[in-house]
């Protein structure tokens, strides 16, 4: 398996190693990587998302770093007399879709002889990161905001990470973890390229429960990019597979209170503008500056996507909605069934959509 890391803006190409997590023009590198898709082959293998390990950059069977997550439910729902269908990408070791960047992120790291990482996250990311490098016994640096859930701090520290709780904005938080990965390895859930091949794993569970199709519309909360990012490689990669000729549409919801991503779209521009921010109740996707932003804006542009806001009092009551129904999402996940709750009189005909929902409850309690 060949893979290189690609400058998505100057274009220079680097072989993977130790230190290597930006351009030297201070760029964001993805990677260089194209695996196929074989279902007869993933078929045979065990209900977990490494079922895709043909299509996960890591070389060396023995560094692969799981707790056999993935697999999660999708299910009916009915809303105003319209059929949706839920993913409920929460159900994971450590209560967030995080984990499958996790999983994906320290196997790699550990495949590159790291032993000491550090991240930065409103909690969930932080949580999952900090686990899996606890199963490998990698020592882990976490810098959260000091307002994050304090349910989700407290989950980063029973890991045993070294939590960084720091004042000010999410971009401080940043530029603090960032300045201390000179020493040490950045695993950045946003910036690190090799998470987005966990994440991707989402749309590979999503074609399965299909029968070997997607749905019309995929709907999920969009902050710095995980998801949304994870899920168009993914599709690159079932479309270089030649399984799909059409990308779903990609709609992005995002609180009101915290918007450059539906800003930019608005315009239809590719620039994330400067935007106010407001505090909203949806902390995950509550991100001023996403660093991807252009890669998000043209993952929703080249799939015919639409960006929507969602106010707190709209978040709430999806929240409450969806606990109606017995599932128990925190605020940032229910942003994707308010987004649906708005987008659903525009409904076409035979238009199937999935939500993702992408936290549990029971981290912002
Ligand atoms: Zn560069």
Known sequence: MEIKLKCIECGRIYEEEKKRVFCDCGGLLQLEFNPIFDIEKIRKKDKSLWRYRDLIPLKRDENIVSLKEGFTPLIGKKIDGFEIFLKLDFIFPTGSFKDRGATV?????????????????????????????????????????????????????FYGANVHKISGSRENVFDEAKKF??????????????????????????????????PETIILPVGSGSSILGIYIGLSDLKRSNLIEKFPKLIGVQSENCAPIYSAFVKKEYDIPKIEKKYTIAEGVSIQNPLRGKEIL???????GDVITVS??????SQ??????????????AVSFAGVKKYINSLKEDERIVAILTGSGLKSL
Do not use: M, W
């Not at 990698?138 to 307002?147: A, K, Q, S, Y």
């Open 181 to 214: 990965s000179k020493n040490f390895y950045y695993a950045s859930h946003f910036i690190n390229p090799y998470f987005f091949h966990g994440t991707k794993t989402v749309i590979f569970e999503i074609y399965e429960d299909f029968n070997c199709s997607l």
């Open 105 to 157: 992120l320290i196997s790699k790291i550990k495949e590159l002889g790291i032993n000491r990482i550090v991240e930065d996250s409103s909690g969930n990311a932080g949580a999952a990161i900090s686990a899996y490098s606890t199963i490998t016994d990698i020592d882990c640096d976490i810098f959260v905001p000091d307002n994050a859930s304090p349910n989700k701090i407290k989950q980063i520290e």
């Open 298 to 304: 043209k993952a929703i542009y080249e799939t015919n």
């Open 312 to 317: 707190d009092e709209e978040i709430l009551l």
């Open 320 to 333: 409450k909605e969806l606990a109606k129904s017995g599932i128990f999402v925190e605020p940032t996940s």
